[in-house]
Structure formats: C-alpha cells, structure tokens
C-alpha cells in the first residue's frame, strides 16, 4: 500500500507519519504538534515596545531595516537565499531523517508570539550519554538540516534542532525579541511535550545563536542544565562597520542600536547556571581586524561578562590585556596557598545557583600581588580556546561537555 493511501485510511498511526516526512511536503499544512500559550508580560511589554520604536520611524528607515539590514544581519532569511539553498535544506533534511530513522521527531511548534517553528529532536535517551538534551541555537546562515552540531549526534547525545524565525520552513522574521520567543516556547515543548527537565537541558549556540541562546538562559535563569557559547560576540555594530563603507559608519550605527541591540552581555549575565564560552583563535568573522586576535568580539563578550560578574576583583582592560594572546595553561597548581583557597570560594559561590550575580565581594580586599596569574584561572573557568576558523566544524564537544556537568 502507497504511504499516501495509508495516511488518507482509518489505519494512519505515527509510524506512518514518520514514513511521510521522508518526503518534501509544504510544513504550512503539517498539523501544529505543540502551542506555547505563555503569556509572561515582561516579554510582552519588551515586544510592544520595541514594535512602537519601530513605528516611530519614518517609512523609508523601516524599509532600509526590512529589505537592507535584516537580509545582511540575517542572510538565511533572504527569500533569494531560501530559493537558493531549498533544494540542499530538502536533500539535508531527508538524510537526516533517514540516517535516524526511528529515533528522530519532527514537529511544529506555535510559538506564544505566532510565528510556527520547525524542529527536530534525536531521542537518544537510553544511551551513556543520551540522557542529556542538546538544544541548538543555529547562526545566521546555518539551519538545522546542516547543523553546527552533529559532532554531539555523532556522540550519541539527544538533540533538538530548529531554524528561527523566517528560516527554512519556520515562519515569521528573525529577530532579537522573535528568536528569543523561539526558543523559550521550544524549551517549554522539551519540558510539557518531551517530558524532560530542565536541569538535562543544555544550550549550545554558534555565533549569532548566542543572542537567542543567553535571551533563554536569562528567561529561566537558573533552571537549565548549562550553556556553550561558540563564537559569540557582544555587540555586532563593530563587525557592521568593518564591513559597510565608512560614509555609512553612523547610520549603519544607528540602524542597529534601534533595531538590532542585542545586549549579550546582561543577558549572559542572569543566568546562574555552569558557562563555557568557546574562543576560536582565527576566527575571521568576529574579527574587526583580520588576523588580529584582540580584535576578536569574543574578548570583548568575555571581559564584559567577568568584569561585571566580579566588578570589585578586575576590569575590561585587565582582561583585555590577557586575551590579546592565546591563553596559557591552567596554572592552578602553580598558584600560592591563600589564592588557591580564593580559586575554590570563587567555584563554591558561582555553583550555588541561588546567589545571583554581580558578587561585588569576590576581591574587595585582595592585593594586587599575585592577581594577573589568578585572573587566567578564572578566565579558564569560563573560556576555552581553538585553533580554529569561524565556520569550522567543532569535531567533539565531550570535554567542554563534561567541565558543564562537573560545574566550576
């Protein structure tokens, strides 16, 4: 019997579903397997509000923000791009679902905010490392049908994948607020659909993903298991103007601060969880400057994070300083007695996750004797370098994955 006969007869069950989405078919007539009815006024306000800033533009700004600025920021997005990569995403797609057959799922999610989200989830529970969940925030050219994560299916990990807003078969357009929405309504799915707790779910993003992925991190503060940062940056006007002409430097400048502010660095900021931020050393996408490391965004997402976190023990510039080059081996063992007792109170308070931060405390009284070897080992707490490009595929994640569940 044809699978398109078993699905118009009384005997369609799930397996036959499964056996359809081996297929390409149009995702706007696929039945909506979870609705996300949050209604969390703060997000709603943070929405209306930046709606009304938009509207208080002139209609030619708008029209710059929606036919110029997004497709830049988010080229994934572009209708030219979707037209382009649909039939890859398709030939992606049916691979993966085949290469998985009988342990992967794929849904459609309502988000609270409207927009409809295709996802996948690779059930591996059951496995040693299986009982863990792997959510993935995708960058801004990536989807999940060719996924910056594999390396974690490959390493028998449970994961959902999803393309935000405006990617692939998702609706809606993408955005700081819609993103957000994205994967908050994804990770209540995980929780009231798949029957997962939070404390086994895990973040990993890759470049722009990071602004999706602390917005989430920040929304359920201390309930998630942990996050990866790959690649991320903390401000994209920079990186904006190394690549726009220099007569546009302060409209490009403002077209972001209105409509593009993503503010990583307070929303890293309220998650209380275990961090790991991945720095790749050549990266020449987060670079304002090629080849030159301390141009890197992500020293700068890294210094603010730590300086605010400890804003008594250092400062930007001071770690500013260290990250200019490769970090050096942990030198922990090397450390005098008292800084070695500081190191293990500064790992016993960011492991209490009902201490919120900044710990104004933490250095008030230290000397600055022996503070420059003490701030690498707590840079280490959170940073991991490699030597590799932006868009370089991570082979393996275990290692960083096992600092995440061993905590600080």
Not at 11 to 36: H, I, Q, W
Not at 207 to 230: M, N, R, W, Y
Request: charged share 20%; with cysteine.
């Amino acid at each position: 019997m044809l699978i398109w006969d078993k699905m118009s007869s009384h005997k369609a069950d799930s397996r036959n579903f499964k056996e359809l989405e081996l297929y390409g078919f149009n995702f706007s007539y696929k039945p909506v397997d979870f609705t996300c009815d949050l209604e969390d006024k703060k997000i709603l306000e943070t929405l209306e509000s930046r709606r009304n800033n938009i509207e208080n533009f002139s209609v030619l700004f708008r029209r710059i923000v929606a036919k110029v600025a997004r497709p830049l920021l988010y080229p994934g997005s572009s209708y030219f791009l979707r037209w382009i990569l649909s039939s890859s995403l398709l030939q992606g797609r049916i691979k993966l679902l085949s290469s998985h057959f009988g342990n992967i799922f794929r849904y459609k999610i309502c988000t609270f905010d409207g927009n409809f989200i295709d996802c996948i989830f690779v059930d591996r529970r059951g496995t040693p490392n299986g009982n863990r969940l792997i959510v993935c925030c995708e960058g801004n050219a990536s989807f999940y049908e060719h996924s910056c994560a594999t390396c974690f299916v490959q390493e028998d990990f449970s994961l959902v994948g999803y393309n935000r807003p405006g990617y692939g078969c998702s609706s809606g357009l993408p955005s700081a607020a819609s993103d957000t929405n994205a994967l908050i309504s994804i990770l209540y799915f995980c929780t009231f659909h798949l029957n997962w707790s939070l404390a086994d779910v895990f973040l990993y993003c890759w470049s722009i993903g990071a602004v999706s992925a602390t917005g989430g991190a920040a929304f359920f503060q201390k309930e998630l298991g942990g996050l990866i940062l790959d690649a991320p940056f903390d401000d994209v006007i920079l990186l904006a103007q190394a690549r726009m002409p220099a007569c546009l430097s302060n409209f490009t400048a403002k077209v972001i601060k209105e409509n593009f502010d993503f503010d990583i660095p307070n929303r890293l900021l309220q998650f209380r969880g275990p961090i790991k931020i991945i720095r790749r050393l050549r990266d020449e996408v987060m670079s304002s400057q090629l080849n030159i490391l301390s141009s890197n965004r992500t020293n700068f997402l890294i210094a603010k994070f730590i300086s605010k976190l400890f804003p008594d023990f250092t400062s930007e510039s001071a770690i500013l300083e260290v990250l200019e080059r490769p970090l050096p081996h942990p030198i922990t063992e090397e450390l005098p007695s008292p800084w070695k007792e500081r190191l293990s109170e500064v790992k016993q308070i960011l492991n209490q996750r009902d201490i919120a931060p900044p710990h104004r405390y933490i250095g008030r009284s230290w000397t600055d004797e022996g503070k420059t070897n003490f701030l690498v080992s707590i840079i280490h707490l959170f940073v991991k370098d490699v030597n590799m490009s932006h868009c370089q595929p991570l082979t393996s994640l275990h290692c960083i994955f096992d600092q995440l569940l061993r905590g600080y």
